[in-house]
């Protein structure tokens, strides 16, 4: 029996599911309010790094590594091969823990001298470097597109309006009510204005990314993507020609995805700056080439959402919280999320709506807070 699927919003989320439902023989309606991929979307920056570290998680490890596989069948062009380089301040942090997990589950891993990786790396507050070989860089706009290119070939619709919940059905501003099997809201950032009092605490949260120029031995692949966990940063080198990428990760101040003037906060640039003179000194200089203000949708324990509507009987369902790791997860999560929706596996409670504890084990914020 033909199952039918409405999907709300075309970011890494949606895309994904749209694409393995389609493929899978569902009937589905994949819904964008502007395009896949576009500028206010979490899913519209250049690129993502794609990494299979997420601590002693082993639930999150293991499906990072399953995504890593299905990007590149997906299509192998969106994953530029450069590794992924972990700066460990702490013997016994977060990276130490990542290692011990990655080795359980038999995912490549080692330790090295940054030197080797970096064209110039100020290394003496580190204790070790972890390094994943086969971690690489995602061209997240394009493997957005990508996602739903293939999901409308597979014969899914795609559907450009907007939408509002209408009980157990969506209705676009055209006056088309979608009604199917199941309805699957993955909106973003537009998610907690969408379901007021079920998704209250997924916090939007302005997140600024900076790009800075740099000579052909900062290109990457050649540098790898690097991430400093307890220092709140993370990064790449110069991908596609766009400048060495440096992102501060404290939580940045409340941001209204609809609205927002997405014009970068002249802290986050001084993080980014102090950062590169830290870490990087011969960038510390370095002009500004390019910014781009993005948005987190933050869960307050970093987990994703992905729950049933409690007034709908399964029919509804509410996915979002990326929290910026979405892309890590996006096509093994729609796997998972086909047989939760038709019940053939259970639903992990820990994405489930409710009360959550605070807890920041799955992003870099470190140990530096937003004030500073």
Avoid: N
Wanted: aromatic share 8%.
């Amino acid at each position: 029996m033909e199952r039918s699927l409405a999907v709300i919003g075309a970011g890494v989320f949606g895309a994904s599911l749209a694409r393995h439902c389609a493929r899978a023989g569902w009937r589905v309606t994949l819904v964008e309010q502007v395009a896949p991929g576009h500028a206010r979307a979490a899913s519209g920056d250049e690129s993502r790094l794609i990494r299979c570290s997420h601590g002693d998680d082993e639930w999150h490890t293991s499906l990072a590594r399953r995504a890593w596989q299905l990007w590149h069948e997906i299509d192998p062009r969106l994953v530029a091969p450069a590794g992924v380089a972990w700066f460990a301040r702490r013997e016994d942090g977060w990276e130490a823990a990542s290692e011990r997990t990655l080795r359980a589950q038999g995912i490549p891993c080692e330790r090295v001298d940054p030197a080797t990786l970096f064209p110039a790396c100020r290394d003496g507050d580190l204790a070790f470097t972890l390094f994943e070989p086969e971690a690489g860089i995602l061209r997240a706009r394009e493997a957005t597109r990508e996602l739903t290119r293939q999901a409308v070939a597979e014969g899914a619709e795609l559907v450009l309006a907007r939408a509002r919940p209408d009980g157990a059905a969506a209705v676009l501003d055209s006056g088309r009510r979608l009604e199917a099997d199941h309805v699957v809201w993955t909106c973003g950032g537009w998610l907690p204005g969408l379901f007021p009092g079920l998704v209250d605490d997924v916090r939007i949260t302005q997140q600024d990314v900076f790009y800075f120029g740099a000579g052909a031995s900062w290109r990457t692949p050649g540098v790898p993507g690097w991430v400093d966990y307890d220092g709140a940063a993370y990064g790449l080198g110069d991908l596609d020609g766009r400048g060495v990428k440096v992102a501060p990760d404290v939580e940045g101040p409340p941001i209204d995805p609809e609205t927002a003037r997405r014009v970068p906060l002249a802290r986050h640039e001084r993080l980014a700056r102090e950062y590169l003179a830290h870490r990087f000194p011969a960038l510390a200089a370095a002009p500004l080439v390019g910014t781009r203000t993005c948005h987190y949708e933050i869960t307050p324990d970093t987990r994703f959402v992905v729950a049933p509507h409690p007034d709908h009987d399964g029919v509804v369902w509410l996915v979002g919280g990326s929290s910026g790791h979405g892309f890590k997860h996006g096509p093994a999560l729609a796997e998972r999320l086909e047989g939760w929706l038709t019940g053939t596996t259970a639903p992990d409670p820990r994405l489930g709506l409710g009360t959550r504890d605070a807890h920041s084990g799955l992003r870099t914020a470190g140990s530096i807070t937003p004030e500073r």
